[in-house]
């Protein structure tokens, strides 16, 4: 599938140029010569912080070549992770979040924004270009194609997100000449910019619950492992998540 990211887009050339100049080393110039064994000396031969982004490169490219023997030759393989696992929400944390947000001492954007974030762990990309025409309030659901993967998907619109949007819509998002949901609080009544202005949304909310940052990272993308991580406690199918 083609990607509008151009960072995903970037990140597959990259790791399928590295495959192939492996395979020109070792003179391999046909590639219905692979064989299991050649990909999986491939994965010895990269560094161990590259395993992973190898691996996740090589199962795009065999799946487009249709070479279901060397997928399966990989599928079980997990490669170390380096990056820490971004922590988590308290019970207690959400419950100051939610206390927060129903108090009105953050924005009626900020409190939509957030609850989109918990609830369905939208990427910040796709939230600061989700539109108004975007939303069905007929059957209550949200529909958009990923800017990451180029998949269109459609979320349910949860009782408590909608009021929050339908709040924002109604007493305050400002008379904006575009269709983004959400816009700029001072002119030019723009979308917001870029992940940064979702991240300092989401910090601010936190800020006011009083949850303290310690070594976490703030943001969306917490908001997004955190609705994982829900989801996983309440038992919905791993495939669904």
């Known amino acids: ?20 100049q492996y395979l020109n080393e070792i003179r391999v110039s046909d590639v219905e010569e692979l064989t299991s064994a050649t ?9 161990q912080s590259r395993q992973r982004a190898a691996l996740c490169g090589l199962r795009r490219y065999f799946k487009y070549l249709d070479r279901d023997d060397l997928y399966t030759a990989i599928q079980g393989i997990h490669a170390y992770r380096h990056k820490r696992i971004i922590p988590t929400l308290t019970d207690d944390e959400q419950v100051s979040i939610k206390e927060t947000m129903n108090s009105h001492t953050v924005s009626y954007r900020d409190t939509a924004i957030v609850l989109l974030g918990l609830t369905t762990g939208i ?24 800017s990451k993967t180029g ?8 009782t408590a997100v909608g009021n929050a949007i339908a709040n924002y819509l109604t007493k305050e998002r400002p008379k904006a000449d575009n269709n983004f ?51 996983v406690k309440n038992e919905v199918p791993i495939a669904t998540i």
């Open 151 to 158: 998949n269109t998907v459609c979320i349910p619109l949860i």
């Open 123 to 146: 990427r910040a990309c796709d939230l600061i270009n989700l539109k108004l025409s975007d939303i069905d309030w007929i059957n209550e659901t949200i529909s958009f194609k990923q």
């Open 1 to 20: 599938n083609a990607y509008e990211n151009e960072n995903t887009t970037h990140f597959y050339e990259y790791e399928l140029y590295y495959f192939l």
């Open 181 to 231: 949901l959400f816009v700029r609080e001072l002119a030019p009544f723009d979308r917001l910019a870029d992940h940064a202005s979702c991240y300092a949304i989401v910090e601010r909310v936190f800020k006011r619950s009083g949850i303290d940052k310690a070594d976490r990272i703030f943001g969306m993308h917490m908001l997004r492992h955190n609705a994982a991580s829900t989801m």
């Open 39 to 47: 990909v999986l000396d491939y994965i010895k031969y990269v560094k």
